[in-house]
């Protein structure tokens, strides 16, 4: 797997984790938020920007 398609499957999943946090009204979700961090930290490695894509 290359660096850009490993950096479009840590997007996807990250926008995935959004929609769910959404989709169950902010209700707090401790391993939500830390699938979300841990996923946020590996694109911050790469250098890709998140908050554009946070909803």
């Known amino acids: 797997m290359t660096e850009k398609e490993l950096i479009t ?3 996807d ?3 995935d ?8 009204n902010n209700v707090e979700n401790e391993e939500l938020e ?10 911050s490695s790469m250098e890709v920007n998140v ?3 946070t909803l």
Do not use: G, S
Not at 34 to 43: D, N, P, V
């Open 9 to 11: 499957v840590l997007i």
């Open 13 to 15: 999943k990250y926008t």
């Open 17 to 24: 984790l959004q929609r769910i946090k959404k989709a169950n």
């Open 34 to 43: 830390y699938q979300i961090r841990a996923t946020t930290a590996k694109l």
């Open 51 to 53: 908050e554009d894509l």
